[in-house]
């Protein structure tokens, strides 16, 4: 970018839309648990993206690297990754997140219930955060993916042979990898009806 001073204040809109969404979400999930006496879960990461990452994603869309072009053309400058335990948590989470007056949903995308080629399982939202400054309120997106455990472990796999073999996977590994990735969302189901029995236990003896 030709100007730093344009790539210093999109830096400080994104940094602290990101603030202001995981303090949001923080009060979000703790009202949850303290209303359902439930934690759905199991951990959080959030990120900006790096300087490196957005101008190769520019670049391979064709598009120079401008303030511009950032804020209309990479929508995953600020990132957090939500991990739950159950496949049920999920949508719970999503639930929470839609229903909140402070995060505006602007598209979602259910790679769950139509999962990618690759076999990547996840919910994506595409949400819009106000951020106040001292010229006013302004709107930066961000994104949330909201996964189980186990659909985490497989990205993180696919995440490292993706980059090791840069994008050009064999076609018997890549075999391999879609049919892990049924054996992943298998395995979430089980966990889910192990859980549902579990609280259908915990149900009937509260009953007696």
Request: include cysteine; charged fraction near 25%.
């Amino acid at each position: 970018m030709e100007n730093s001073q344009e790539l210093d204040s999109l830096l400080l809109k994104y940094t602290a839309a990101l603030k202001t969404l995981e303090t949001q979400l923080s009060i979000l999930l703790q009202d949850f648990e303290y209303k359902n006496n439930y934690n759905p879960v199991e951990h959080i990461k959030s990120r900006i993206k790096s300087y490196d990452s957005l101008v190769k994603k520019l670049i391979n869309k064709g598009y120079e690297v401008t303030a511009k072009n950032i804020e209309e053309q990479v929508h995953d400058m600020v990132g957090i990754r939500i991990v739950c335990s159950f496949l049920s948590d999920v949508y719970k989470i999503v639930e929470i997140i839609e229903n909140s007056d402070q995060i505006t949903v602007h598209d979602k995308k259910d790679y769950i219930t139509n999962p990618k080629d690759t076999g990547y399982s996840s919910y994506h939202l595409l949400v819009y955060v106000p951020v106040y400054l001292i010229d006013g309120v302004t709107l930066v997106e961000a994104e949330i993916q909201i996964r189980t455990v186990a659909m985490d472990f497989w990205a993180s796999l696919d995440h490292k042979i993706t980059y090791k073999f840069q994008g050009k996977i064999p076609k018997e590994i890549k075999e391999d990898m879609q049919h892990c990735a049924m054996d992943i969302h298998a395995l979430d189901q089980k966990m889910l009806n192990i859980n549902n029995q579990m609280q259908i236990i915990k149900d009937d003896q509260e009953v007696i």
